[in-house]
């Protein structure tokens, strides 16, 4: 049950945030997601939580910062438009709170990881332009350049799930 409760958290983070951003409240929609993470903590009272967050906005500040740096997408309500901004990391946390639950039957598979992180990440970020939240530049380079870096994130993530100090150890399932 707290797998669903997990998801469905992620999804109301998403649109708060993506919304919020996209009607310039990006303060109102990073507020939401940092309350659902605060509540995830307040929950789920293990370390390992703490440094999966930790880990995503590591890896978040670097793939959002390069996007933005790189020119191909640009994001609405940034200031200043030269690094990842707030709302977009207050984004990766939320997204850090499923990787222990309700994503966890991907996370224990670094190959399969990598490749839903190949598609979903420019699906979510197509879906966000979409919405009013960013603007891709050269969308068909900024789609690829998108799907590198999520492929990367999403692997070196699922790597800190399997094998960082404190995470709970699952059996590694085949890729």
């Known amino acids: 049950m707290f797998n669903l409760w997990n998801f469905v958290a ?9 919304l919020g951003a996209a009607h310039g409240m990006p303060q109102a929609g990073a ?42 997408v640009q994001f609405a309500s940034a200031w200043p438009n030269s690094f990842a901004p707030f709302w977009m990391l207050s984004l990766w946390m939320a997204f850090a709170t499923t990787l222990n639950h309700s994503l966890r039957w991907l996370m224990t598979r670094p ?41 990367l994130a999403l692997g070196a993530l699922a790597m800190v799930v399997l094998h960082a100090p404190g995470m709970p150890r699952a059996r590694r399932q085949p890729a």
């Open 10 to 18: 992620y999804q109301c983070a998403w649109f708060a945030v993506i």
């Open 31 to 72: 507020a939401v997601a940092v309350l659902l993470v605060a509540v995830h903590l307040a929950l789920r009272r293990e370390r390992a939580e703490w440094q999966l967050i930790a880990a995503a906005v590591i890896a978040g500040v670097v793939v959002d910062t390069t996007l933005v740096i790189s020119g191909k």
């Open 111 to 151: 190959l399969a990881a990598a490749a839903a992180g190949a598609i979903g990440g420019p699906l979510a970020y197509l879906a966000g332009a979409r919405l009013g939240a960013l603007t891709l530049v050269e969308p068909g380079v900024g789609l690829t350049l998108i799907a590198v870096l999520w492929a």
